[in-house]
């Protein structure tokens, strides 16, 4: 059953009975007490009924009284005539008597004031005159009966009439008429039935029972006199025949009024006890509607409140079974701060308690799955065999021996597989020991995270280098946070979301002084295992700050010897050229001689320092090759050009084999000049007679470029010392400058730089032919050799860098179609205009139709200030010239987009359409 | 009137050649001898040209040059950079000093008064 339900029954039924049981207890006490009154009401009615009839009787009792003392009455010497006046003016007087009479001691009726049976004697029974006569009792209404001359029921009253003696010697007698008597006393008015009885019983008046009048007695005549008993009233219920209803029975006895001590008459009033009772019982009735209609609204808000606070409990069970079901979010309101609140409270918390433990759960489940699937793959192997032996087993219908052989087979086999599984166990344990132990004692640092991004393996070398104290608790967080303090975060998120490597070096403390300062290289790769899916990401700490400092001491060196040799040696020759200019005064022929031998050697030893200083500077990696697009052809001509003069010095002719047209290529254009010159130097200074032959070739994939000559030619033994420092062949007594040894060495550096390659050809007292080949980078290889070398030289210094490329397209589409020579210039002139915007030293790298240029150290602030001026100059430029090309702008920011060569080109090449 | 060179420089040998040759080609020498006094002298003297050796103390040579063009009289006043040691870029930052000429040691003192007469009679 519900609850609000039993509730309701419980606290309705409680209602029900208490109310049932007071409103009973107040109904009867009610109904008793409106009965009483009721009674009391019917029984003061009956009693001034009677009181009126007694009092009436009196009246009749004192004037027969007042008749017989009458003087003519009384007196014994009136006649007889004299007594009927005197009655006939009392009968006038006193309207009410039938009629009066005298009668003599004789009972002889003297006089009479119908006149009838005067002088009489009274024949039948006359208690009253008896009475009157012989005891000289006044009566008053004690007798009734049937007046035989006036033939109608009359009630007596005699009184005795005394001489002045006071002898009695008559009665006067008197008689009223029943009716009058009951009229006077309104007997017969009132609706209720009455009765009147005499003392025995006889119905002296009934309402109902007429006939009955003189001749029966009341019915219940003895239940009422015993009822009566002495008392004056009182009341029975009685069953009436008549009526066939209960009443209520009123009796009063009569009580006399003053001398009058009436007859012992009883007056009965008969009420229904509907009628009599009807206040009471309409007081019952609604009594009960008002409980009835009490109960109905409690029992329902009995049912409504029970089902209010049934509520919570409802929503507690929906609660649990949500719970039960795994929700573990469900939360319960708590609205009330009863003993229902702190349950639904509790609940709560409970749920609560469960989800964090189901967490826990779940971790620990994640860890256990780990190690499940690992002794997975073993019990697989297990049941493979097993499977295999049991097939084995079902297709054989051989003896049993075959098949306690294959179980014991099996047996060995299971025995083999745990030794297995043992032995694997602890060969991994070991190997995860030796791992650790290797991790732990590596000289780099080491951080590994697995896929989900915990960390599984961060070693001591690491947190060294990372600031972290040896007994730290370390988390994702602590790692995040220090690697976004060395700004490595960003690398990292960039390494585990796109899966690649990377690599940076960083310093850990910035705002320190240098000698506080660490220099880490890091670098990150994820992890794969063989089936080549991610498991992780590991990160290789090594501290360079060592290195940094050796490189930072080479750099300061070079710069510092470059300088401290080359004052004096300025010095010396500013020196020596004033005096040879005659400043401080004139000098003599042999002076000059001299000093002129001072000065060349003073330049000789500038070449030596010079060549020194570039050779330190290649040896040490710290050679910048400022490349751009140039075409060797030119540059080759022009160095022709230089050596016109010095070739005719020794009549040595110079021919070109230059193959046509421009061939451009991406190199440091000083540097290939000091190439070539070297080598052609030494072609003139090693030829004595004959030519030199400068080529400038278009191979496959480079340029070969070659210095032939007819000159000594190299040995065999020297040849593989060609190239070696400070080798100086033939040392020829010859013109020109005396070499430092160094030339060659220095461009096969330079050639070598340049990713080409550098060989000698030659024949002892023939000639020689020094070649080298340059790669030429042609498009998307130019763009990305360009940023290759521009990236690689930021990520050296340490900066950041943006990379912008532009690019042109659209030609075919033009309504008016533009000449090469048009397009050309239009190139240009762009170019101009984005060297402009640029505003930078960097070199801008035209490659067909896209203009490229990396600025190293450019914020992102002024990365996008730059593209801002580009974009505006270009977009004035299409206003102006109203040529419908088609421009790209694209942006890539290092290391903020991207860190590696091909993510920044692929984002730059992505730009924005500048027109439309 | 014969000009007024203002030569910045800390090695006194090089003081003393530049001395010798300007001051007998008809020039009148005026130096300092780091940075900071460069600059006083550049407003005490007010030379028509300013010869300076990048590696000064104090304050280096390209922060006297820009510095100097951005005073007042300095937009326009001949400055020629100077330096010994092996700068790369020692082309790139004299043009971003704004200087009017830049060279390397050691010259040939040739060059260097070429240089000097054109920038003066301009």
Request: charged share 30%; with cysteine.
């Amino acid at each position: 059953m519900k609850f609000p339900l039993k509730i309701t029954i419980l606290l309705g039924s409680i209602i029900v009975v208490a109310g049932v049981g007071i409103s009973y207890f107040i109904y009867s006490f009610q109904t008793g007490v409106l009965k009483k009154q009721i009674l009391f009401r019917l029984e003061e009615d009956a009693f001034h009924i009677m009181d009126k009839l007694d009092r009436m009787l009196f009246e009749r009792f004192s004037d027969i009284q007042v008749f017989a003392t009458c003087p003519v009455i009384s007196s014994r010497s009136v006649t007889a005539k004299q007594i009927t006046d005197r009655l006939v003016e009392y009968k006038h007087q006193y309207k009410i008597y039938a009629s009066l009479s005298f009668f003599d001691s004789d009972r002889v009726r003297v006089a009479d004031t119908s006149g009838l049976g005067v002088g009489q004697k009274y024949r039948g029974e006359a208690p009253w005159l008896d009475e009157a006569l012989d005891k000289g009792v006044v009566s008053a209404a004690t007798y009734v009966r049937v007046s035989q001359n006036l033939k109608i029921p009359v009630f007596y009253f005699a009184a005795p009439v005394k001489d002045d003696n006071g002898n009695i010697f008559g009665a006067v007698v008197t008689r009223i008429p029943v009716t009058n008597i009951y009229e006077i006393a309104k007997l017969i008015v009132e609706a209720f039935v009455v009765d009147l009885v005499d003392k025995d019983g006889l119905l002296l008046y009934s309402s109902y029972n007429r006939k009955g009048i003189f001749k029966d007695n009341l019915s219940d005549w003895e239940a009422v006199k015993r009822s009566l008993s002495g008392q004056m009233k009182g009341n029975l219920i009685h069953y009436d025949e008549f009526s066939k209803k209960e009443d209520i029975v009123v009796f009063i006895h009569e009580a006399g009024f003053l001398d009058f001590k009436g007859n012992d008459w009883t007056y009965l009033v008969h009420v229904p006890v509907e009628i009599a009772f009807k206040p009471a019982i309409q007081l019952r009735n609604k009594v009960v509607t008002v409980i009835f209609v009490i109960i109905f609204l409690a029992l329902l808000v009995i049912y409504v409140l029970s089902k209010r606070i049934s509520k919570p409990i409802a929503q507690l069970k929906e609660a649990a079974v949500k719970v039960g079901e795994g929700r573990l979010d469900t939360k319960i309101e708590v609205l009330s701060k009863d003993e229902i609140g702190d349950l639904a409270f509790s609940f709560n918390k409970m749920t609560e308690d469960l989800k964090e433990s189901r967490f826990e759960l779940l971790r620990e489940k994640s860890s256990l799955e780990k190690a499940k699937t690992e002794l997975d793959g073993w019990s697989k192997t297990l049941e493979t065999r097993v499977e295999e032996r049991t097939q084995d087993l079902n297709q054989s219908q051989e003896a049993t021996l075959n098949m306690l052989e294959d179980l014991e087979k099996v047996r060995d086999e299971l025995q083999e597989t745990n030794d297995h599984l043992l032995r694997a166990k602890s060969e991994i344990e070991r190997f995860s020991k030796s791992m650790e132990s290797m991790v732990e004692s590596m000289v780099e640092g080491v951080i590994m995270l697995d896929e989900e991004g915990k960390i599984v393996v961060f070693n001591p070398k690491a947190r060294q280098m990372l600031g972290v104290g040896l007994d730290e608790e370390i988390s994702r967080r602590i790692l995040d946070s220090t690697m976004r303090r060395i700004h490595l975060l960003d690398a990292l998120s960039d390494c585990i979301k796109k899966k690649r490597y990377c690599l940076k070096e960083v310093v850990v403390g910035d705002n320190e002084p240098l000698e506080n300062k660490r220099f880490l290289r890091c670098e990150m790769s994820p992890v794969k295992n063989k089936d080549a899916a991610i498991i992780g990401v590991v990160i290789v700490l090594r501290d360079i700050t060592h290195e940094k400092e050796i490189d930072r001491m080479k750099t300061e060196f070079i710069s510092t010897v470059s300088h401290e040799l080359r004052t004096p040696l300025s010095i010396l020759k500013e020196g020596v050229s004033l005096v040879l200019d005659r400043i401080p005064g004139q000098i003599n022929d042999k002076q000059e001689k001299l000093l002129s031998t001072v000065k060349s050697n003073i330049e000789r030893l500038g070449r030596i320092i010079n060549d020194l200083l570039d050779i330190s500077k290649m040896e040490a990696g710290k050679l910048e090759l400022k490349k751009q697009r140039v075409d060797i052809v030119a540059l080759a001509e022009g160095i022709v050009a230089s050596f016109v003069s010095k070739a005719k010095e020794k009549n040595l002719i110079l021919k070109k084999a230059f193959s046509g047209g421009k061939i451009s290529i991406y190199v440091d254009s000083d540097r290939i000049v000091q190439a070539f010159t070297n080598l052609v130097n030494n072609a003139i200074k090693f030829t004595n007679t004959g030519y030199i032959e400068i080529s400038v070739k278009r191979r496959a994939d480079g340029v070969e470029c070659s210095v032939a000559d007819t000159g000594v030619g190299i040995s065999k033994e020297d040849i593989p010392k060609v190239f070696d420092k400070f080798q100086q062949f033939g040392r020829t007594a010859g013109g020109g400058e005396k070499g430092t040894g160094l030339g060659l060495a220095i461009t096969k550096e330079i050639i070598e730089a340049h990713k080409g390659k550098i060989w000698v050809e030659s024949q002892w007292a023939k000639g020689t032919k020094f070649t080298f080949v340059l790669p030429v980078f042609k498009g998307e290889n130019l763009v990305s050799e360009y940023v290759s070398n521009a990236l690689g030289a930021a990520q050296s210094r340490g900066k950041e860098g943006t990379l912008i490329i532009a690019s042109v397209s659209g030609f075919d589409k033009l309504k008016k179609k533009i000449s090469p020579a048009e397009k050309e210039a239009m190139f240009e002139r762009l170019k101009e205009r984005f060297k402009n915007s640029v505003r930078s030293s960097e070199e801008v790298l035209r490659c067909d139709s896209e203009f490229v240029v990396f600025l190293e150290g450019c914020s992102k602030k002024d990365s996008l200030d730059v593209r801002k001026r580009i974009k505006e100059s270009f977009r004035d430029y299409l206003q102006e010239e109203k040529i419908a090309v088609k421009i790209k702008l694209g942006m890539a920011l290092y290391p903020d987009d991207a860190f590696d060569r091909e993510g920044l080109i692929s984002k730059a090449k992505k730009g924005e359409r500048l027109n439309e | 009137m014969s000009k007024k060179i203002l030569f910045i420089e800390d090695e006194p040998d090089e003081i003393m050649m530049v001395r010798e040759r300007f001051g007998t080609l008809g020039y009148e020498v005026v130096v300092a001898m780091d940075g900071e006094e460069g600059m006083e002298m550049f407003f005490k003297e007010k030379p028509d040209l300013v010869l300076i050796d990048v590696i000064i103390p104090k304050i280096d040579g390209f922060v006297v040059c820009r510095q100097i063009r951005q005073s007042p009289n300095g937009e326009k006043i001949p400055i020629v950079l100077i330096t010994a040691a092996g700068m790369l870029d020692f082309e790139e930052k004299s043009k971003q000093a704004e200087a009017d000429a830049y060279l390397r040691r050691p010259y040939e003192s040739a060059t260097l008064d070429e240089i000097v007469k054109n920038l003066l009679e301009e």
